[in-house]
Protein backbone atom coordinates (compact mmCIF):
# COMPACT_ATOMS: atom_id res chain seq x y z
CA UNK A 1 0.00 0.00 0.00
CA UNK A 2 0.84 3.76 -0.51
CA UNK A 3 2.85 6.80 1.63
CA UNK A 4 0.91 10.01 1.08
CA UNK A 5 3.51 12.69 1.59
CA UNK A 6 1.69 15.47 2.35
CA UNK A 7 2.91 19.14 1.24
CA UNK A 8 2.08 22.07 2.78
CA UNK A 9 4.88 25.29 2.91
CA UNK A 10 7.58 23.23 1.93
CA UNK A 11 7.13 23.12 -1.87
CA UNK A 12 10.09 22.32 -3.23
CA UNK A 13 12.28 18.67 -3.54
CA UNK A 14 15.85 19.81 -1.72
CA UNK A 15 16.11 19.40 2.16
CA UNK A 16 12.38 18.16 2.33
CA UNK A 17 12.76 15.50 4.82
CA UNK A 18 9.02 14.69 4.51
CA UNK A 19 9.61 13.90 0.78
CA UNK A 20 12.63 12.20 1.09
CA UNK A 21 11.54 9.51 4.27
CA UNK A 22 8.34 8.76 1.30
CA UNK A 23 10.57 8.18 -1.18
CA UNK A 24 13.06 6.28 0.58
CA UNK A 25 10.33 4.01 2.49
CA UNK A 26 10.37 2.23 -0.74
CA UNK A 27 6.64 2.45 -1.50
CA UNK A 28 4.25 3.87 -4.07
CA UNK A 29 4.34 7.73 -2.98
CA UNK A 30 1.13 10.19 -3.22
CA UNK A 31 2.24 13.51 -3.38
CA UNK A 32 -0.44 15.65 -2.08
CA UNK A 33 -1.44 19.57 -2.03
CA UNK A 34 -4.67 20.65 -0.06
CA UNK A 35 -6.08 23.95 -0.14
CA UNK A 36 -7.83 24.09 2.84
CA UNK A 37 -9.92 27.77 3.28
CA UNK A 38 -11.37 26.24 6.06
CA UNK A 39 -9.08 25.43 9.13
CA UNK A 40 -7.41 29.04 8.80
CA UNK A 41 -10.79 31.14 9.30
CA UNK A 42 -9.78 34.70 8.72
CA UNK A 43 -6.22 34.40 7.62
CA UNK A 44 -7.41 31.94 4.72
CA UNK A 45 -4.80 32.80 1.77
CA UNK A 46 -4.81 36.83 0.86
CA UNK A 47 -5.50 37.40 -2.88
CA UNK A 48 -1.56 37.98 -3.87
CA UNK A 49 -0.62 34.70 -2.02
CA UNK A 50 -3.28 33.10 -3.50
CA UNK A 51 -0.94 34.05 -6.84
CA UNK A 52 1.91 32.67 -5.46
CA UNK A 53 0.68 29.21 -4.60
CA UNK A 54 -1.33 29.02 -7.86
CA UNK A 55 2.56 29.24 -9.76
CA UNK A 56 4.48 27.45 -7.23
CA UNK A 57 2.13 24.72 -7.22
CA UNK A 58 2.67 24.37 -10.87
CA UNK A 59 6.18 24.50 -10.17
CA UNK A 60 6.54 21.79 -8.20
CA UNK A 61 4.41 19.30 -10.14
CA UNK A 62 6.39 19.91 -12.89
CA UNK A 63 9.86 19.37 -10.62
CA UNK A 64 7.92 15.83 -8.97
CA UNK A 65 7.45 15.04 -13.05
CA UNK A 66 11.08 15.03 -13.41
CA UNK A 67 11.45 12.55 -10.37
CA UNK A 68 8.76 10.61 -11.36
CA UNK A 69 5.64 11.32 -9.37
CA UNK A 70 3.08 14.01 -9.63
CA UNK A 71 1.52 16.51 -7.81
CA UNK A 72 -2.22 15.57 -6.42
CA UNK A 73 -4.38 18.35 -5.98
CA UNK A 74 -7.46 18.28 -3.36
CA UNK A 75 -9.48 21.11 -2.33
CA UNK A 76 -11.65 21.24 1.65
CA UNK A 77 -11.04 20.65 5.26
CA UNK A 78 -7.63 18.98 5.19
CA UNK A 79 -8.75 16.86 7.87
CA UNK A 80 -11.28 15.09 6.32
CA UNK A 81 -9.13 15.38 2.82
CA UNK A 82 -6.11 13.64 4.54
CA UNK A 83 -8.25 11.46 6.62
CA UNK A 84 -10.55 10.29 3.84
CA UNK A 85 -7.65 10.15 1.18
CA UNK A 86 -5.63 8.12 3.46
CA UNK A 87 -8.16 5.21 4.15
CA UNK A 88 -9.16 5.46 1.14
CA UNK A 89 -6.47 3.98 -0.58
CA UNK A 90 -5.25 2.02 2.62
CA UNK A 91 -2.07 4.17 3.06
CA UNK A 92 0.38 2.65 5.21
CA UNK A 93 1.79 6.20 6.45
CA UNK A 94 1.48 9.82 5.85
CA UNK A 95 4.67 12.14 5.87
CA UNK A 96 4.60 16.03 6.44
CA UNK A 97 6.49 18.91 7.79
CA UNK A 98 5.32 20.59 10.51
CA UNK A 99 3.39 23.96 10.27
CA UNK A 100 3.25 26.61 13.46
CA UNK A 101 0.34 28.60 12.76
CA UNK A 102 -2.40 28.00 15.64
CA UNK A 103 -4.87 26.52 13.70
CA UNK A 104 -2.60 24.58 11.89
CA UNK A 105 -1.28 22.46 15.00
CA UNK A 106 -4.36 21.89 16.16
CA UNK A 107 -5.93 20.64 13.16
CA UNK A 108 -2.68 18.51 12.42
CA UNK A 109 -2.71 17.15 15.97
CA UNK A 110 -6.07 16.12 15.44
CA UNK A 111 -5.41 14.09 11.88
CA UNK A 112 -2.30 12.49 13.02
CA UNK A 113 -4.67 10.52 16.48
CA UNK A 114 -7.15 9.80 14.31
CA UNK A 115 -4.56 8.45 11.80
CA UNK A 116 -2.99 6.85 14.60
CA UNK A 117 -6.12 5.69 15.88
CA UNK A 118 -6.57 3.84 12.22
CA UNK A 119 -3.26 2.39 11.55
CA UNK A 120 -1.54 4.71 9.56
CA UNK A 121 1.86 5.53 10.71
CA UNK A 122 2.27 8.96 11.08
CA UNK A 123 5.73 10.98 10.67
CA UNK A 124 6.25 14.72 11.09
CA UNK A 125 9.90 16.72 10.40
CA UNK A 126 11.19 19.94 10.48
CA UNK A 127 11.38 22.05 7.24
CA UNK A 128 10.99 25.46 8.01
CA UNK A 129 12.85 26.86 11.23
CA UNK A 130 16.49 26.63 11.81
CA UNK A 131 15.64 24.99 15.25
CA UNK A 132 12.03 24.24 16.61
CA UNK A 133 10.78 26.68 18.85
CA UNK A 134 10.67 24.68 21.96
CA UNK A 135 14.57 23.74 21.51
CA UNK A 136 15.47 27.69 22.14
CA UNK A 137 14.37 28.16 25.57
CA UNK A 138 15.90 30.39 28.85
CA UNK A 139 17.40 28.90 31.21
CA UNK A 140 14.29 28.13 32.88
CA UNK A 141 12.50 26.29 30.13
CA UNK A 142 10.39 29.67 29.26
CA UNK A 143 10.27 31.00 26.10
CA UNK A 144 12.77 33.98 24.76
CA UNK A 145 10.32 37.50 24.43
CA UNK A 146 13.49 39.09 23.50
CA UNK A 147 15.51 39.24 20.45
CA UNK A 148 19.20 39.44 21.21
CA UNK A 149 19.34 36.48 24.16
CA UNK A 150 17.19 34.50 21.65
CA UNK A 151 19.68 34.79 18.89
CA UNK A 152 22.28 34.22 20.78
CA UNK A 153 20.46 31.23 22.22
CA UNK A 154 19.51 30.30 18.51
CA UNK A 155 23.11 31.12 16.80
CA UNK A 156 24.67 28.04 18.09
CA UNK A 157 22.28 25.64 16.97
CA UNK A 158 23.27 26.75 13.18
CA UNK A 159 26.89 25.74 13.40
CA UNK A 160 26.75 22.70 11.84
CA UNK A 161 23.48 22.75 9.70
CA UNK A 162 23.96 20.39 6.00
CA UNK A 163 20.85 20.58 4.38
CA UNK A 164 19.32 17.15 2.96
CA UNK A 165 19.67 16.58 -0.79
CA UNK A 166 16.58 15.86 -2.72
CA UNK A 167 15.83 12.27 -3.40
CA UNK A 168 16.65 10.80 -6.79
CA UNK A 169 13.41 9.47 -7.55
CA UNK A 170 10.26 8.83 -6.43
CA UNK A 171 8.23 5.66 -6.87
CA UNK A 172 4.66 7.39 -8.26
CA UNK A 173 1.55 5.88 -6.50
CA UNK A 174 -0.82 8.31 -8.13
CA UNK A 175 -2.67 6.23 -10.76
CA UNK A 176 -6.14 6.38 -10.36
CA UNK A 177 -6.06 8.83 -8.31
CA UNK A 178 -8.20 11.43 -8.82
CA UNK A 179 -6.72 14.96 -9.15
CA UNK A 180 -8.37 18.51 -8.88
CA UNK A 181 -7.28 21.18 -12.46
CA UNK A 182 -5.19 23.59 -10.59
CA UNK A 183 -7.05 26.17 -12.85
CA UNK A 184 -10.24 25.00 -11.35
CA UNK A 185 -9.19 26.58 -7.97
CA UNK A 186 -9.08 30.35 -9.85
CA UNK A 187 -6.08 31.13 -7.26
CA UNK A 188 -5.61 33.68 -10.11
CA UNK A 189 -6.83 37.33 -10.27
CA UNK A 190 -9.35 37.44 -13.42
CA UNK A 191 -10.94 41.48 -14.05
CA UNK A 192 -9.33 43.01 -13.07
CA UNK A 193 -6.36 41.63 -13.49
CA UNK A 194 -4.65 43.37 -10.57
CA UNK A 195 -1.15 41.34 -10.38
CA UNK A 196 0.62 42.12 -13.82
CA UNK A 197 3.15 43.88 -12.40
CA UNK A 198 3.89 40.99 -10.59
CA UNK A 199 5.33 38.20 -13.34
CA UNK A 200 8.10 40.93 -14.24
CA UNK A 201 9.39 40.63 -10.61
CA UNK A 202 9.18 37.24 -9.32
CA UNK A 203 9.40 33.62 -10.44
CA UNK A 204 7.76 31.11 -8.00
CA UNK A 205 8.93 27.74 -7.29
CA UNK A 206 12.21 26.04 -6.10
CA UNK A 207 14.38 27.12 -9.10
CA UNK A 208 13.76 30.78 -8.91
CA UNK A 209 14.26 30.11 -4.84
CA UNK A 210 17.87 29.30 -5.64
CA UNK A 211 18.37 31.69 -8.21
CA UNK A 212 17.66 34.55 -5.92
CA UNK A 213 19.77 33.35 -3.10
CA UNK A 214 22.41 33.14 -5.51
CA UNK A 215 22.39 36.08 -7.25
CA UNK A 216 22.09 37.42 -3.58
CA UNK A 217 25.06 35.97 -2.15
CA UNK A 218 27.28 36.37 -5.12
CA UNK A 219 26.53 40.51 -5.38
CA UNK A 220 24.99 42.05 -2.53
CA UNK A 221 25.28 40.19 0.91
CA UNK A 222 28.91 41.87 1.38
CA UNK A 223 26.92 44.97 1.44
CA UNK A 224 23.94 43.82 3.22
CA UNK A 225 24.71 46.00 6.35
CA UNK A 226 24.91 49.05 4.13
CA UNK A 227 22.31 48.97 1.74
CA UNK A 228 19.22 46.92 3.26
CA UNK A 229 18.01 50.10 4.44
CA UNK A 230 17.93 51.75 0.99
CA UNK A 231 14.36 50.83 -0.64
CA UNK A 232 15.70 52.59 -3.89
CA UNK A 233 18.31 49.71 -4.44
CA UNK A 234 18.30 45.86 -4.86
CA UNK A 235 20.18 45.99 -1.34
CA UNK A 236 17.95 42.37 0.14
CA UNK A 237 17.60 39.10 -0.88
CA UNK A 238 13.79 39.51 -1.85
CA UNK A 239 14.27 35.87 -0.54
CA UNK A 240 10.60 36.23 1.51
CA UNK A 241 7.93 34.57 -0.49
CA UNK A 242 10.16 31.72 -1.35
CA UNK A 243 10.37 31.24 2.20
CA UNK A 244 7.34 31.45 3.41
CA UNK A 245 5.94 28.88 0.58
CA UNK A 246 8.90 26.74 1.69
CA UNK A 247 10.51 26.75 -1.99
CA UNK A 248 13.84 26.74 0.18
CA UNK A 249 14.04 26.58 3.82
CA UNK A 250 16.50 28.51 6.17
CA UNK A 251 18.84 25.78 6.64
CA UNK A 252 19.67 26.25 3.21
CA UNK A 253 20.14 29.73 3.23
CA UNK A 254 22.16 29.64 6.14
CA UNK A 255 24.25 26.91 4.62
CA UNK A 256 24.83 28.91 1.02
CA UNK A 257 25.61 32.14 3.00
CA UNK A 258 27.96 30.75 5.04
CA UNK A 259 29.91 29.13 2.57
CA UNK A 260 29.56 31.36 0.02
CA UNK A 261 30.13 35.20 1.56
CA UNK A 262 32.99 35.80 2.84
CA UNK A 263 32.65 36.53 7.10
CA UNK A 264 31.96 40.00 8.07
CA UNK A 265 29.07 42.83 9.05
CA UNK A 266 27.51 42.53 5.64
CA UNK A 267 26.69 38.07 6.07
CA UNK A 268 26.13 38.65 10.21
CA UNK A 269 23.18 40.97 9.44
CA UNK A 270 21.77 38.95 7.05
CA UNK A 271 21.89 35.44 9.35
CA UNK A 272 20.46 37.69 12.25
CA UNK A 273 17.47 38.56 9.88
CA UNK A 274 17.11 35.31 9.02
CA UNK A 275 17.17 35.07 12.85
CA UNK A 276 13.85 37.27 13.41
CA UNK A 277 11.99 35.13 11.66
CA UNK A 278 12.95 32.49 13.62
CA UNK A 279 12.30 35.10 16.70
CA UNK A 280 8.80 36.05 15.15
CA UNK A 281 8.04 31.90 15.01
CA UNK A 282 8.60 31.43 18.57
CA UNK A 283 7.04 34.26 19.41
CA UNK A 284 4.22 32.71 17.55
CA UNK A 285 4.08 29.17 19.03
CA UNK A 286 4.71 30.43 22.77
CA UNK A 287 1.69 33.20 21.81
CA UNK A 288 -0.78 31.60 19.90
CA UNK A 289 -3.13 34.87 20.09
CA UNK A 290 -0.43 37.21 18.57
CA UNK A 291 -2.27 37.79 15.46
CA UNK A 292 -5.32 39.11 17.04
CA UNK A 293 -4.18 40.68 20.52
CA UNK A 294 -1.95 42.74 21.78
CA UNK A 295 1.07 40.99 23.37
CA UNK A 296 1.20 44.03 25.53
CA UNK A 297 -2.10 43.81 27.20
CA UNK A 298 -1.69 47.83 28.38
CA UNK A 299 -2.90 48.55 24.30
CA UNK A 300 -6.29 47.31 24.77
CA UNK A 301 -7.45 50.56 26.09
CA UNK A 302 -5.76 52.15 23.22
CA UNK A 303 -7.99 54.94 21.64
CA UNK A 304 -7.95 54.09 17.84
CA UNK A 305 -9.05 55.97 15.52
CA UNK A 306 -11.04 54.44 12.61
CA UNK A 307 -11.99 56.77 10.29
CA UNK A 308 -12.52 54.62 6.87
CA UNK A 309 -11.95 56.91 4.66
CA UNK A 310 -8.75 57.80 5.73
CA UNK A 311 -7.84 54.01 5.79
CA UNK A 312 -8.61 53.96 2.24
CA UNK A 313 -6.05 57.18 1.42
CA UNK A 314 -3.30 54.74 3.10
CA UNK A 315 -4.16 51.64 0.95
CA UNK A 316 -4.08 53.36 -2.06
CA UNK A 317 -0.90 55.48 -1.48
CA UNK A 318 -2.21 58.50 -1.27
CA UNK A 319 -1.59 60.02 1.91
CA UNK A 320 0.59 63.29 0.71
CA UNK A 321 3.82 61.38 2.24
CA UNK A 322 5.41 60.31 -0.75
CA UNK A 323 7.62 57.78 0.66
CA UNK A 324 4.47 55.95 2.73
CA UNK A 325 2.75 56.72 -0.56
CA UNK A 326 5.73 54.47 -2.90
CA UNK A 327 5.87 52.04 -0.38
CA UNK A 328 2.31 51.52 -0.51
CA UNK A 329 1.74 51.16 -4.18
CA UNK A 330 4.75 48.96 -4.69
CA UNK A 331 3.17 46.62 -2.69
CA UNK A 332 -0.23 46.95 -4.76
CA UNK A 333 1.62 46.53 -8.05
CA UNK A 334 4.57 43.94 -7.03
CA UNK A 335 3.22 42.32 -3.83
CA UNK A 336 5.83 43.28 -1.94
CA UNK A 337 7.35 46.58 -0.23
CA UNK A 338 10.93 47.32 1.18
CA UNK A 339 11.28 46.43 4.83
CA UNK A 340 12.36 50.36 5.99
CA UNK A 341 9.12 51.22 4.10
CA UNK A 342 6.90 48.81 5.90
CA UNK A 343 8.39 50.27 8.85
CA UNK A 344 7.81 53.57 8.06
CA UNK A 345 3.80 52.92 6.22
CA UNK A 346 3.01 51.11 9.66
CA UNK A 347 4.52 53.81 11.65
CA UNK A 348 2.59 56.16 10.09
CA UNK A 349 -0.71 54.01 10.10
CA UNK A 350 -0.79 53.14 13.97
CA UNK A 351 0.62 56.33 15.15
CA UNK A 352 -0.03 59.10 12.64
CA UNK A 353 -3.48 58.09 11.67
CA UNK A 354 -4.26 56.19 14.91
CA UNK A 355 -5.55 53.30 13.13
CA UNK A 356 -5.53 50.09 14.81
CA UNK A 357 -2.69 47.85 13.38
CA UNK A 358 -4.87 45.06 13.16
CA UNK A 359 -6.29 46.72 10.32
CA UNK A 360 -2.94 47.16 8.55
CA UNK A 361 -1.86 43.53 9.53
CA UNK A 362 -5.22 42.26 7.41
CA UNK A 363 -4.53 44.98 4.59
CA UNK A 364 -0.78 43.53 4.15
CA UNK A 365 -2.10 39.96 4.48
CA UNK A 366 -4.29 40.38 1.30
CA UNK A 367 -1.55 42.26 -0.54
CA UNK A 368 1.75 40.66 0.58
CA UNK A 369 2.91 37.71 -1.77
CA UNK A 370 5.20 37.31 1.63
CA UNK A 371 2.13 37.27 3.78
CA UNK A 372 3.45 35.12 6.90
CA UNK A 373 1.23 34.79 9.92
CA UNK A 374 4.61 34.72 12.24
CA UNK A 375 5.71 37.78 10.92
CA UNK A 376 3.44 39.98 9.80
CA UNK A 377 1.75 39.66 13.51
CA UNK A 378 5.54 40.09 15.03
CA UNK A 379 6.34 43.25 13.11
CA UNK A 380 3.34 45.05 13.07
CA UNK A 381 3.07 44.82 16.89
CA UNK A 382 6.54 45.74 17.11
CA UNK A 383 6.27 48.62 15.01
CA UNK A 384 2.99 49.68 16.99
CA UNK A 385 4.52 49.03 19.65
CA UNK A 386 2.49 46.43 21.41
CA UNK A 387 4.49 43.85 20.72
CA UNK A 388 7.65 41.67 22.76
CA UNK A 389 10.62 43.31 22.72
CA UNK A 390 8.96 46.16 20.94
CA UNK A 391 10.19 49.44 19.52
CA UNK A 392 9.54 52.22 22.49
CA UNK A 393 6.10 53.52 21.60
CA UNK A 394 7.71 57.45 22.06
CA UNK A 395 9.48 56.53 18.52
CA UNK A 396 7.46 57.64 16.02
CA UNK A 397 8.63 57.54 12.22
CA UNK A 398 9.00 61.63 10.85
CA UNK A 399 8.23 60.73 7.16
CA UNK A 400 10.07 63.04 5.37
CA UNK A 401 13.41 62.47 7.29
CA UNK A 402 12.76 58.94 7.09
CA UNK A 403 12.66 59.27 3.36
CA UNK A 404 15.39 62.04 2.85
CA UNK A 405 17.51 59.74 5.17
CA UNK A 406 16.98 56.46 3.44
CA UNK A 407 15.88 57.44 -0.14
CA UNK A 408 18.29 60.87 -0.29
CA UNK A 409 17.82 61.02 -3.99
CA UNK A 410 14.25 60.21 -4.48
CA UNK A 411 15.08 56.88 -6.78
CA UNK A 412 12.21 55.03 -4.94
CA UNK A 413 9.79 57.80 -4.63
CA UNK A 414 10.15 58.35 -8.63
CA UNK A 415 9.42 55.07 -9.47
CA UNK A 416 6.57 54.32 -7.32
CA UNK A 417 4.93 57.74 -7.42
CA UNK A 418 5.78 58.98 -11.00
CA UNK A 419 3.38 61.94 -10.89
CA UNK A 420 6.04 63.33 -8.16
CA UNK A 421 8.91 62.45 -11.01
CA UNK A 422 10.02 65.76 -12.49
CA UNK A 423 10.77 67.58 -8.91
CA UNK A 424 14.30 68.22 -7.92
CA UNK A 425 15.74 66.33 -4.97
CA UNK A 426 15.05 68.93 -2.68
CA UNK A 427 11.20 69.20 -2.69
CA UNK A 428 11.12 65.12 -3.19
CA UNK A 429 9.54 64.29 0.52
CA UNK A 430 7.98 67.21 1.12
CA UNK A 431 6.49 68.56 -2.40
CA UNK A 432 3.94 70.88 -0.44
CA UNK A 433 7.03 72.93 0.30
CA UNK A 434 8.03 73.44 -3.38
CA UNK A 435 7.49 76.85 -4.12
CA UNK A 436 4.68 77.41 -7.04
CA UNK A 437 7.17 77.95 -10.14
CA UNK A 438 8.46 74.71 -9.06
CA UNK A 439 5.51 72.88 -8.51
CA UNK A 440 4.80 74.18 -11.94
CA UNK A 441 7.63 73.20 -14.06
CA UNK A 442 7.26 69.84 -12.48
CA UNK A 443 3.62 69.68 -14.10
CA UNK A 444 2.15 69.21 -10.14
CA UNK A 445 -1.21 70.71 -8.80
CA UNK A 446 -1.18 69.84 -5.57
CA UNK A 447 -4.71 68.23 -4.33
CA UNK A 448 -5.12 67.85 -7.83
CA UNK A 449 -1.79 65.94 -9.28
CA UNK A 450 -0.67 64.50 -5.61
CA UNK A 451 -2.66 65.36 -2.26
CA UNK A 452 -1.57 67.63 0.38
CA UNK A 453 -0.70 65.37 3.68
CA UNK A 454 -3.55 64.18 5.34
CA UNK A 455 -2.16 65.03 8.72
CA UNK A 456 0.27 67.38 9.46
CA UNK A 457 3.17 65.38 11.07
CA UNK A 458 3.81 67.56 14.21
CA UNK A 459 0.22 67.91 15.47
CA UNK A 460 -0.22 63.75 14.69
CA UNK A 461 3.24 63.10 16.44
CA UNK A 462 1.85 64.81 19.87
CA UNK A 463 -1.91 62.73 19.25
CA UNK A 464 0.02 60.01 19.25
CA UNK A 465 2.03 60.36 22.34
CA UNK A 466 -1.35 61.86 24.14
CA UNK A 467 -3.27 58.84 23.22
CA UNK A 468 -0.14 56.69 24.51
CA UNK A 469 -0.02 58.88 27.87
CA UNK A 470 -3.74 58.19 28.53
CA UNK A 471 -2.91 54.19 28.61
CA UNK A 472 -2.96 53.37 32.75
CA UNK A 473 0.56 52.01 32.65
CA UNK A 474 2.39 53.80 30.13
CA UNK A 475 6.01 53.75 30.90
P1 LIG B 1 16.01 40.30 3.58
O1 LIG B 1 16.43 41.60 4.16
O2 LIG B 1 16.78 39.77 2.44
O3 LIG B 1 16.00 39.25 4.77
C1 LIG B 1 16.08 37.84 4.55
C2 LIG B 1 14.93 37.14 5.23
O4 LIG B 1 14.96 37.37 6.64
C3 LIG B 1 13.57 37.62 4.78
O5 LIG B 1 13.16 37.00 3.58
C4 LIG B 1 12.70 37.25 5.97
O6 LIG B 1 12.31 35.89 5.95
C5 LIG B 1 13.64 37.47 7.14
N1 LIG B 1 13.41 38.80 7.69
C6 LIG B 1 13.98 39.97 7.29
N2 LIG B 1 13.55 40.99 8.07
C7 LIG B 1 12.68 40.46 8.95
C8 LIG B 1 11.90 41.00 10.01
N3 LIG B 1 11.95 42.30 10.34
N4 LIG B 1 11.10 40.17 10.72
C9 LIG B 1 11.05 38.85 10.43
N5 LIG B 1 11.77 38.28 9.44
C10 LIG B 1 12.57 39.08 8.70
N6 LIG B 1 7.97 39.41 6.42
C11 LIG B 1 7.36 38.34 5.88
O7 LIG B 1 8.04 37.41 5.45
N7 LIG B 1 6.00 38.26 5.83
C12 LIG B 1 5.20 39.25 6.29
O8 LIG B 1 3.97 39.12 6.23
C13 LIG B 1 5.82 40.41 6.83
N8 LIG B 1 5.07 41.45 7.28
C14 LIG B 1 5.70 42.57 7.79
C15 LIG B 1 4.92 43.63 8.27
C16 LIG B 1 5.53 44.78 8.77
C17 LIG B 1 4.69 45.90 9.29
C18 LIG B 1 6.93 44.86 8.81
C19 LIG B 1 7.60 46.07 9.36
C20 LIG B 1 7.71 43.80 8.37
C21 LIG B 1 7.11 42.65 7.86
N9 LIG B 1 7.89 41.56 7.40
C22 LIG B 1 7.25 40.45 6.88
C23 LIG B 1 9.34 41.51 7.64
C24 LIG B 1 10.24 42.05 6.50
O9 LIG B 1 9.79 43.30 6.09
C25 LIG B 1 10.30 41.12 5.30
O10 LIG B 1 10.59 39.80 5.70
C26 LIG B 1 11.39 41.58 4.32
O11 LIG B 1 11.14 42.88 3.89
C27 LIG B 1 11.43 40.63 3.15
O12 LIG B 1 12.34 41.08 2.18
P2 LIG B 1 13.67 40.28 1.87
O13 LIG B 1 13.34 38.85 1.65
O14 LIG B 1 14.36 41.00 0.77
O15 LIG B 1 14.45 40.44 3.23
Redesign the pocket.
Known amino acids: SPVICWFRQDLRRADNPALLAAANSGAPVICLYVLDDQTPGKWARGGASRWWLHHSLAALDTSLQRLGARLILRRGDAYEVVTGLAKELNAQAVFWNRCYEPFARQRDARIKNDLKDSGTAVETFNASLLVEPWHVTTKDGGPYRVYSPYFRALAPHCDDIAPLPAPSSVTDGSQGVHSDALSSWSLLPSSPDWATGFSPVWTPGEDGARARLET?CEDAARD?ADT?NLPGTEG?????PH??FGEISPRQIWHHAVSHVPAGKGRET?LK??G??E??YNLLYHFDDLPESNYQTKFNDFPWNCDEAVFQKWTRGQTGYPIVDAGMRQLWQTG????RV??IV?SFLTKHLLIDWRR?EEW?WDT?V???LA??A???Q??AGSGADAAPYFRIFNPVTQGEKFDESGSYVREWVPELAKLPDKYIHTPWTAPADILGRAGITLGRDYPRPIVDHTMARERALAAFSSLKDAA
Not at 236 to 240: D, P, V
Not at 336 to 339: D, T
Open positions: FYRTSRLSLHFEIWRFSWMHNRMAGFLDADNNASWWV
